[in-house]
């Protein structure tokens, strides 16, 4: 049997190559509406979360999606979500011109998009990007300490960052192994 693996395929695209969205949580879901519409019920209905949606790319596309369980995400399962999510954009044919289908697990540096993983992940250790400076940083790293519909809080060295969603462009967990980041 194959072990569960966390981050084993694709790193991040840059925010360039991102479709442009343009409000708080919905600007981190980096995705098109319209295909985690269409997607996110046919990655649930085999039991697992579908985290995030990336397109990359001009003339020849990747379409990268990060899916997670709470047991982690095997190999095998990347391929089975592959294979219904293909079948499913074959009848539906969504993105026009061709395309190259990515299925990965988030990883450890797992991208946080909804509130729900905000909320999840509360007490873990996370690196944000701002889309403005806030008291002097345009980057916070601390551990989360509070998550709600609004925003997060966020401790830092003992100081306390108030964060509201709009102002995020990419938040992430970032553990620590042996006192240094991944």
Same mark, same amino acid.
């Given at each position: 049997?194959t ?5 084993l ?19 981190m879901?980096?995705d ?23 397109? /990359? ?42 395309? +190259? ?13 909804k509130?729900? +993983? ?14 403005? +400076? +806030? ?24 100081? /306390? ?12 967990? /970032?553990?620590?192994?042996?006192? /240094?980041?991944?």
């Open positions: 049997m072990p569960r693996m966390r981050g395929f694709f790193a991040r695209v840059s925010r360039g190559s991102l479709l442009p969205v343009f409000l708080g949580l919905y600007k879901l980096g098109s509406q319209e295909l985690r519409k269409l997607l996110e019920p046919v990655v649930e209905a085999l039991g697992f979360e579908l985290v995030l949606i990336e397109i /990359a790319g001009g003339g020849s596309k990747t379409l990268r999606l990060f899916i997670d369980a709470p047991g982690g995400v095997m190999l095998e399962d990347c391929e089975s979500v592959s294979r219904q999510v293909s079948a499913e954009l074959d009848v539906e044919d969504p993105i026009s011109g061709q395309y +190259h289908l990515e299925v990965s697990s988030p990883g450890l540096e797992r991208p946080l998009v509130t729900e +993983h905000f909320i999840r992940f509360v007490g873990e250790r996370v690196k944000i990007k701002l889309t403005q +400076h +806030h008291l002097g940083r345009k980057r916070v790293t601390g551990v989360l300490t509070d998550a709600d519909d609004t925003g997060v809080v966020v401790d830092v060295d003992g100081e /306390a960052y108030e964060l509201g969603y709009a102002e995020m462009d990419t938040a992430k967990l /970032a553990p620590l192994f042996n006192n /240094a980041e991944v």
